[in-house]
T-cell receptor, first 113, second 112 residues
Framework: GESVGLHLPTLSVQEGDNSIINCAYS??????FIWYKQESGKGPQFIID?????DKRQGQRVTVLLNKTVKHLSLQIAATQPGDSAVYFC????????????FGAGTILRVKS | SQTIHQWPATLVQPVGSPLSLECTVE??????LYWYRQAAGRGLQLLFY??????ISSEVPQNLSASRPQDRQFILSSKKLLLSDSGFYLC???????????FGEGSRLTVL
């Protein structure tokens, strides 16, 4: 069935290093992807999105890469900080009416000081 | 600016009791509204979404229901809770079909 999943359930990085969180999707017709950050006990917060007509998009300290050939999405965080510690979800928009975001299982990012 | 409010933040309910979680959005009109559930250590599962008043689409069979009595109000209900209904419930809204979702702070439900 269609799904969005993450390769690495837990990622530990040293403060100041770059982080890369990966995501695979199975529906080649999906045209919109979002990365969310969720801190403990809170709702997910939008980080960055990308449409299928792009292969790269940059934000503040974050970059999302989309490889449609292999159906792979990644989130790169530059100079990772302790405040980046959270669970990161990729989501795929599959809706015919409104947004129907399908979320992956999530990756825990732990930043070591 | 737009805001989303969700309550209660936490609740503990016995098996078989009813449930009502409420969500309201301010600062926008005709939003798309969503209820998600997140089991401990898991991803988000879409339960219901609504594109307008009285229009509810259910994603998974369950003993939960949703209603949208007003444009910016979304309610999640159950007549009789099950143990498996425990989880973190998130309300969200989006301004359009392909835009990002904005989430509330969540309601943590424990069914005992």
């Amino acid at each position: 069935g269609e799904s969005v999943g993450l390769h690495l359930p837990t990622l530990s990085v040293q403060e100041g290093d770059n982080s890369i969180i990966n995501c695979a999707y199975s529906n080649s017709a999906s045209d919109y992807f979002i990365w969310y950050k969720q801190e403990s006990g809170k709702g997910p917060q939008f980080i960055i999105d990308i449409r299928s007509n792009m292969d790269k998009r940059q934000g503040q300290r974050v970059t999302v890469l989309l490889n449609k050939t292999v159906k792979h999405l990644s989130l790169q965080i530059a100079a990772t900080q302790p405040g980046d510690s959270a669970v990161y979800f990729c989501a795929e928009n599959k809706g015919a009416y409104g947004n129907k975001l399908v979320f992956g299982a999530g990756t825990i990012l732990r930043v070591k000081s | 600016s737009q805001t989303i409010h969700q309550w209660p933040a936490t609740l503990v309910q016995p098996v078989g009791s009813p449930l009502s979680l409420e969500c309201t959005v301010e600062g926008t009109s005709n939003p798309n509204l969503y209820w998600y559930r997140q089991a401990a250590g898991r991803g988000l599962q879409l339960l219901f979404y609504s594109v307008g008043i009285g229009q509810i689409s259910s994603e998974v069979p369950q003993n939960l229901s949703a209603s949208r009595p007003q444009d910016r109000q979304f309610i999640l209900s159950s007549k009789k809770l099950l143990l498996s209904d425990s989880g973190f419930y998130l309300c969200a809204w989006s301004p359009n079909r392909d835009g990002e979702l904005f989430f509330g702070e969540g309601s943590r439900l424990t069914v005992l």
